[in-house]
């Protein structure tokens, strides 16, 4: 198994070499950045697509002369298998084998909250798409989280499924981890408010493939909708069509931010003309996204991703973090100048609170045609 | 028409047969005798290609047959009806017979008229033919033993322990059974603890000990050898 | 009839026969792995990565030369059928004298080496095995069906039954239940044991393809899916008695509807565990298997 892969990015090294005449005396090595994501087991082709996000933001920022005066961005990959364990093994390696100077993690969020008692106070490290509320809500001074809590998803998305999709009841199928907990009980609340029936729920386990035996239950509730959350794009797409292969004919809620194009791809008609919440859209007209979704389409194959966008910007926004403190590894400057001021990003304009989690735009989307377009 | 030269066999580190020299001729009977662990039933798996020798030849009408898998052994006309019979258990006594005729020649009588023979040879097992293996007593599953190595039509039958843990009176059915094909022209190389019966059944024998032949003479002289009388014949 | 209880029993059937179509796959997967148990004395872990090959063949057969479903998963037992003799040739006959455990080793070895080799070559990410039979449904009264798990009842009834009767009234499957039951008697009895292993394996390493590219489009594809197949294949193997064809079917049928029902009425998280729980029943009161007769016919 490949756990470990060094990418040297070499797509700025052309315009590195055209700015390197302005800083002589200064450091010339790259920065590097751990990217811990889940590159095997159910996970790996989400880390996959995180990656590779992050890969195609490096280049675009090594193509424009990179960071600190034309230090280049590399990326130190590190498998997390998904497993906390394995997060937190990967991030002891990368903070003090391999003297990374940030680190990018935490896509799901059981290895996020494991992998933070590592880095704490030690080095900046970014988490990326996990939601647990958890994550952040200590507040350690390195710590960042770019995803919306999965209460300010469910805030949003909460609001959108009472004002407009006319539901009497609800069943949920949910992932037996903190994540998926946390989702249903959002919910219930919330759609309960509204009254919205809640008529049940079905958890699931991370490796399984067949969700008939749930949602055979699920179906004989007769609920106006189903909500599915599901994080992993393999599992997800087999629980859609499973849903209406299962004889289920009612309304299918996918899952808050974990829409993306292979798992349209994956769901064929079971995912058509629904509806999700997403703060990344595939149809904005955000110059940096486009510029990186461009990047994207000449290094990989997959298409650009919500998961991988939010890789970008963990990039992103570290890389201007970076020039704005001098230094890769002045982590205090580093954290103040991110939690400081306002960021343009791929993502739109974002900001950090104090406990540094991410203020970002959560936009409706939904799917039609086979593609992912905004809502209004 | 079987020729033995220098043969040794051995099991990991441990040598069990040191250079043996054997020779079986046309029309003959031989027996090989002697105690537990002689190296009788390793000489007879190295002759049939279970067991790779690590030395020495084994020749047959005159062609190496050494280093040859077992199943083109038989094709040569050797078949080995080994110690313990090694039957199928759930498998049927005509299914026996139908597999130990793979690899009989062209020139063999039809696979009809060889059943007929067995069954005249072995009554019983008519009487036996859909019943399974595992199923019949030891005595029956010796002669079904014997009918499969005939069913390859062989030139040279090789016989390891056929008497053991058997009554009497199927000890003397086997022994005619052996005259028998011998009158049928088919060369026979016996191993036998019964050293009496297998001395007064053959025409030549060898004496086995510790993987070397000590004695080889007409089954007559060595039924009058002193030593085989006392180390073998109890007397 | 009261409609609760009416909508009850509802309930139950469709658990039933949800869980007799997944038992029916599992059944697909287990029998090539008795077999090459039963006949070649293996323990081949790498049997699921078979079937991950069948599946990925399959998709690659349709997704991308065009050919239909049928035809692809006809093609694609066929080649891992002879793939299944080169890898019996290069991994397991040299080591025929080894010890078992050694022949063990060799079958883990192989195993990994086509999981990751795998994502090497057919990448990370998942893909969906195209069919128009998965999200077409088969209505019985109140019980839906997809037309794909009826296709897997289907022909895994037709192969059981298939096997079994190469098995007991073939040449070639007499020479297999003879090297099963007696191998150096098998070889005393002219039998090239050597090729009775090479057919026998590659018969088995076709029916793990052919199940791949049936239960393949149940659910995703990744190169990870051997790992979940060898497992269903052993609970079986263990609770239908190894080598036994017979005992793969009924093993099949009631893990299948175990743990449906198990996940069904008791918890979905407990489902996995069902398999487990039976096996260590089994192991400790049967050790033979629930559906071995001692000396049963294979």
Known sequence: MITRRTFGLSAGALALGATAGKALAQDKSAVRIAAIAPLSGAGAFDGQLAVEGMQAMAAVINGKGGVLGGRKIELVTYDDKGVPEEGVSAAKRALEQDKVDLIVGGWFSAVALAQKEVTRDKIINVMTSSQHPKVTEEGHKYLFRLNATSTMMSDRYAKFICEKMKLKSVAFITINDDYGRLEVENYRKLLGACNIEVKGNEFYNRNDTDFTTALTKLRSLNSDAIYVSAINTSQGATIYRQIRQSGYKGTIIASAGNMNPKLVELSGPALEGVYCVSLFAPDTDNASAKAWMAQYGKMFKNEPSFIGSLGAQAVEVLAGAMDKAGGAREYDKIAAAMKGQPWKTLLGEITFDGKGQALQNIYLIQVKNKKIVSAS | ?235 | MDSDVFAQLVVFTQQVANGLANGMGYVLIAVGLTLVFGVLRIVNFAHGEFYMLGAYFTYYVTALAGIDYLGALVLATLAVAAIGIVANQFFFRPLRKEHEFTILLSSLGLALLMANGAEYVFGADPKYVPTRYADETLEIGPVVVTQQRVLVIAVAFAMIAATYWFIRHTRMGKMMQATAQNPEGAQLTGINTGFVHAYTFAFACGLAALSGALVGPTAMLTHTVGDWAVLKGFIVVVMGGLGSVTGALFGGILLGVAESLGGGYVSLGFKDAIGYAIIILVLLWRPQGLFSAGSGRR
């Open chain 2, 1 to 235: 028409m079987l020729k033995v030269r220098g043969l040794r066999v051995r099991y990991g580190q441990r040598e069990a047969v040191h250079g043996l020299d054997l020779e079986v001729r046309a029309g003959e009977i031989v027996t090989l005798v002697g105690s537990n662990g002689a190296g009788k039933t390793t000489t007879l798996k190295a002759i049939s290609g279970v067991l790779r020798a690590s030395a020495g030849t084994v020749e047959f009408e005159g062609r190496r047959i050494d280093g040859l898998p077992p199943h083109a052994i038989i094709e040569r006309g050797i078949a080995h009806v080994p110690e313990g019979r090694l039957l199928f258990k759930d498998m049927t006594v005509l299914e026996h017979l139908e597999l130990g005729a793979i690899r009989a020649p062209r020139s063999a009588p039809a696979y009809r008229d060889r059943v007929q023979r067995a069954f005249e040879l072995f009554p019983k097992l008519e009487e036996r033919k859909d019943q399974r293996a595992g199923t019949m007593s030891g005595g029956e599953q010796q002669m079904l033993a014997i009918a499969r190595g005939l069913m390859s039509a062989p030139k040279l039958l090789m016989l390891d322990e056929p008497s053991l843990g058997l009554a009497p009176i199927v000890v003397d059915t086997l022994a005619d059974a052996i005259r028998n094909l011998h009158a049928a022209g088919i060369v026979i190389l016996l191993v036998e603890q019964r050293v009496d019966m297998a001395l007064r059944l053959a025409d030549r024998g060898y004496v086995v000990e510790t993987g070397r032949i000590v004695l080889d003479d007409r089954a007559e002289a060595l039924l009058e050898n002193p030593r085989v009388k006392e180390a073998y014949l109890g007397v």
